[in-house]
């Protein structure tokens, strides 16, 4: 396998795997916005009804 533009091993053509989670990409652009939103430890999102915090604000409508 080749890596990519950011250093991550490629699997095939179009195919770039996340180092921490395994999950496949397209794209070296989605890779990177998987690990920036995924992996980064930000919680912006809360539960106003809880104390839970979420990385995406469509887990925490699933949530509610």
């Known amino acids: 396998p080749f890596p990519s533009p950011g250093g991550e091993p490629r699997l095939g ?3 770039y795997p996340c ?3 395994e999950k496949l990409f397209t794209t070296p652009h989605g890779l990177e916005v998987h690990a ?10 809360s539960c106003d ?3 839970k915090t979420f990385g995406h604000e469509v887990t925490l409508s699933q949530h509610k």
């Open 13 to 15: 053509e179009g195919t």
């Open 19 to 21: 180092a921490r989670c």
């Open 36 to 45: 920036r939103r995924s992996h980064s430890g930000v919680r912006p999102f």
């Open 49 to 51: 009804a809880c104390t």
